[in-house]
């Protein structure tokens, strides 16, 4: 067994009814990047995989590091929830001071045919 | 042009590919990997992977979109068997499966392989490691066998303890056997393992500490040829502890075979500066792999091999910008995690030399801390279900800050609020 890869998983899906999500990350110095998801991939993921700056996921999604902390854009923060309890401590100690529109990105997994807007902070370490 | 070859398709060789990259190098980069997958990560393969709630693509580091992108050329599935440098410093490197790659520059990000039990009986079917994919992709569906009622865990390590919470989770009998007088005893203070001792004990696992393991033993081959299944672990003492599947891990070894070919020089570890340069002055290492200079804290001495996430990016970092002639060194603080069942353990800082610890909260009530000092000085903490203290502790040992021990030990003030600059107190 091999394991496949994500973006060619996303496009052997379209049978599988899901249509991919569209992200956009704004740096810290204003430059954006916009990324399409596979629906249930998180934000980080979507972001690590294709080299997205600012964004590190040392733990790779298991709530242990908080370097892929996020500022949710207004226009986006129904689609996504609130934080869990744990999710809410590790935001406690973020390296640029958490706000209101704070998450960790690896604690937001993508819906089918969204579109999402998140900024980066300038430094995740 | 140069042609920068990295042996190792694993966490560290991607950050060095990925960092060379952002420094600005547009010259030829070869990445390879003797694993049949693309590069992922390790560290869920004992958690999220064998509890079934990963699948491949949830692993996996970078899209192929990302390594055609920036250039970089992935081989996968192929092993780089001899390597030799010419005079002029370039060399070339040989594979099993018949390549010749030539490069100017090389990193080696070979890693670890898992150290097996020297004992008789680990052939028998039933007897798993837990080191790559390969082998989760093996123990994940075998965990669940249903004719699985015993499972015995050697070795009461991260990955042991990990793998015994799963095994535990999923309603099996299981006995964890360490060889040592406590759990993670390598990493851990006493008081740190005791805690897992309790909480091991108190979901269900047996725990034999200083077991002594003499052989696996299985039954009798049920047609020619074929090797019997694993039927339990005989001990010293006679007693054989039953057991339907055996998951053995007792660590890893750092592969310097290339690093060897090469004359460099090796102590547990290929032996790399501060800046992650071999004892060549060129190959560069880093990674499971590399044995540096204990960067923490500072002026203890000694050599330290870290296996972990954060210590592969870090040191991928500082080798690739050796390789470009830019070398800085090892700044940053090591952390570590482990999550069995539901208790998340971060360890922030190296304890080696500690003389004094602080134990913050109680133990039993699963949510509580170790803290580490030397000479007064916090140098790292172990924090069970305490992530906010743990990121606390993190950002004072970055900034070269401290806690003093009484206040460590005061549940009553957050953490963060106790943390001190000595620098600012002796001015």
Same mark, same amino acid.
């Not at chain 2, 599935?77 to 001899?82: A, H, I, S």
């Not at chain 2, 790399?272 to 500072?298: E, F, H, I, K, Q």
């Not at chain 2, 801390?369 to 990121?391: C, H, K, Q, S, T």
């Given at each position: 067994?091999?394991?496949?890869?994500?973006?060619?998983?996303?496009?052997?899906?379209?049978?599988?009814?899901?249509?991919?999500?569209?992200? @956009?990350?704004?740096?810290?110095?204003?430059?954006?990047?916009?990324?399409?998801?596979?629906?249930?991939?998180?934000?980080?993921?979507?972001?690590?995989?294709?080299?997205?700056?600012?964004?590190?996921?040392?733990?790779?999604?298991?709530?242990?590091?908080?370097?892929?902390?996020?500022? @949710?854009?207004?226009?986006?923060?129904?689609?996504?929830?609130?934080?869990?309890?744990?999710?809410?401590?590790?935001?406690?100690?973020?390296?640029?001071?958490?706000?209101?529109?704070?998450?960790?990105?690896?604690?937001? +997994?993508?819906?089918?045919?969204?579109?999402?807007?998140?900024?980066?902070?300038?430094?995740? /370490? | 042009?140069?042609?920068?070859?990295?042996?190792?398709?694993?966490?560290?060789?991607?950050?060095?590919?990925?960092?060379?990259?952002?420094?600005?190098?547009?010259?030829?980069?070869?990445?390879?990997?003797?694993?049949?997958?693309?590069?992922?990560?390790?560290?869920?393969?004992? =958690?999220?992977?064998?509890?079934?709630?990963?699948?491949?693509?949830?692993?996996?580091?970078?899209?192929?979109?990302?390594?055609?992108?920036?250039?970089?050329?992935?081989?996968?599935?192929?092993?780089?068997?001899?390597?030799?440098?010419?005079?002029?410093?370039?060399?070339?490197?040989?594979?099993?499966?018949?390549?010749?790659?030539?490069?100017?520059?090389?990193?080696?990000?070979?890693?670890?392989?898992?150290?097996?039990?020297?004992?008789?009986?680990?052939?028998?079917?039933?007897?798993?490691?837990?080191?790559?994919?390969?082998?989760?992709?093996?123990?994940?569906?075998?965990?669940?066998?249903?004719?699985?009622?015993?499972?015995?865990?050697?070795?009461?390590?991260?990955?042991?303890?990990?793998?015994?919470?799963?095994?535990?989770?999923?309603? =099996?009998? &299981?006995?964890?056997?360490?060889?040592?007088?406590?759990? @993670?005893?390598?990493? &851990?203070?006493?008081?740190?393992?005791?805690?897992?001792?309790?909480?091991?004990?108190?979901?269900?696992?047996?725990?034999?500490?200083?077991?002594?393991?003499?052989?696996?033993?299985?039954?009798?081959?049920?047609?020619?040829?074929?090797?019997?299944?694993?039927?339990?672990?005989?001990?010293?003492?006679?007693?054989?502890?039953?057991?339907?599947?055996?998951?053995?891990?007792?660590?890893?070894?750092?592969?310097?075979?290339?690093?060897?070919?090469?004359?460099?020089?090796?102590?547990?570890? /290929?032996?790399?500066?501060?800046?992650?340069?071999?004892?060549?002055?060129?190959?560069?290492?880093?990674?499971?792999?590399?044995?540096?200079?204990?960067?923490?804290?500072?002026?203890?001495?000694?050599?330290?091999?870290?296996?972990?996430?954060?210590?592969?990016?870090?040191?991928?970092?500082?080798?690739?910008?050796?390789?470009?002639?830019?070398?800085?060194?090892?700044?940053?603080?090591?952390?570590?995690?482990?999550?069995?069942?539901?208790? +998340?353990?971060?360890?922030?800082?190296?304890?080696?030399?500690?003389?004094?610890?602080? @134990?913050?909260?109680?133990?039993?009530?699963? =949510?509580?801390?170790?803290?580490?000092?030397?000479?007064?000085?916090?140098?790292?903490?172990?924090?069970?279900?305490?992530?906010?203290?743990?990121?606390?502790?993190?950002?004072?040992?970055? +900034?070269?800050?401290?806690?003093?021990?009484?206040?460590?030990?005061?549940?009553?003030?957050?953490? =963060?609020?106790?943390?001190?600059?000595?620098?600012?107190?002796?001015?």
């Amino acid at each position: 067994m091999t394991i496949t890869d994500p973006m060619t998983a996303s496009a052997d899906a379209a049978n599988q009814e899901q249509t991919v999500s569209r992200v @956009v990350y704004t740096a810290d110095d204003g430059t954006v990047t916009e990324i399409d998801g596979r629906p249930g991939d998180s934000i980080m993921e979507t972001a690590v995989r294709n080299g997205v700056p600012g964004i590190i996921g040392e733990c790779g999604g298991s709530l242990s590091c908080a370097t892929c902390h996020v500022f @949710v854009a207004a226009e986006t923060l129904a689609l996504v929830g609130t934080p869990g309890d744990l999710e809410d401590e590790m935001l406690d100690g973020t390296a640029v001071e958490r706000e209101e529109n704070s998450r960790l990105s690896c604690q937001i +997994k993508l819906q089918s045919g969204c579109r999402y807007h998140v900024t980066t902070p300038s430094e995740q /370490i | 042009m140069d042609t920068t070859l990295i042996v190792g398709a694993c966490q560290a060789g991607v950050q060095l590919a990925s960092v060379m990259r952002d420094l600005g190098d547009t010259d030829s980069i070869i990445l390879i990997g003797e694993e049949a997958h693309r590069p992922y990560q390790r560290p869920p393969l004992s =958690k999220g992977w064998l509890k079934s709630e990963l699948t491949p693509d949830d692993v996996i580091l970078r899209s192929r979109e990302w390594f055609a992108g920036r250039g970089i050329e992935l081989i996968s599935g192929d092993r780089v068997v001899t390597v030799h440098r010419d005079p002029d410093g370039s060399g070339t490197a040989t594979t099993l499966g018949g390549r010749v790659i030539r490069f100017t520059r090389l990193a080696l990000t070979t890693g670890a392989s898992v150290r097996r039990l020297t004992v008789a009986g680990t052939d028998y079917r039933g007897v798993h490691y837990l080191r790559d994919a390969d082998d989760a992709l093996t123990l994940e569906p075998a965990l669940r066998e249903p004719d699985v009622d015993h499972v015995v865990v050697i070795g009461g390590g991260f990955i042991g303890l990990e793998t015994a919470a799963v095994a535990r989770q999923l309603g =099996k009998s &299981v006995t964890v056997l360490e060889a040592g007088p406590r759990l @993670v005893g390598r990493v &851990v203070a006493e008081e740190t393992s005791a805690f897992y001792l309790a909480a091991h004990r108190r979901r269900g696992t047996e725990v034999v500490l200083d077991a002594r393991i003499t052989r696996i033993v299985g039954d009798d081959a049920s047609a020619a040829g074929q090797k019997g299944s694993v039927t339990g672990v005989e001990l010293a003492d006679g007693r054989i502890v039953p057991a339907d599947l055996v998951v053995v891990g007792i660590g890893v070894v750092p592969r310097v075979e290339l690093a060897d070919q090469l004359g460099l020089e090796i102590d547990n570890g /290929i032996v790399v500066d501060a800046t992650c340069r071999a004892s060549d002055g060129r190959t560069v290492a880093a990674g499971d792999c590399a044995s540096m200079p204990n960067p923490y804290p500072l002026g203890l001495g000694g050599r330290v091999r870290l296996e972990s996430v954060n210590n592969a990016l870090e040191q991928a970092k500082i080798a690739a910008a050796t390789l470009l002639g830019r070398p800085e060194p090892y700044v940053s603080v090591p952390w570590f995690w482990s999550d069995q069942a539901d208790l +998340k353990l971060q360890i922030a800082g190296l304890s080696t030399g500690y003389d004094e610890v602080v @134990v913050r909260g109680e133990p039993d009530s699963e =949510k509580f801390g170790v803290l580490y000092y030397r000479d007064g000085r916090l140098i790292a903490a172990d924090m069970v279900n305490r992530p906010a203290e743990f990121m606390a502790v993190r950002h004072a040992l970055m +900034k070269g800050h401290t806690i003093p021990p009484d206040a460590a030990a005061d549940v009553d003030v957050p953490l =963060k609020q106790s943390v001190i600059d000595p620098a600012a107190l002796a001015a």
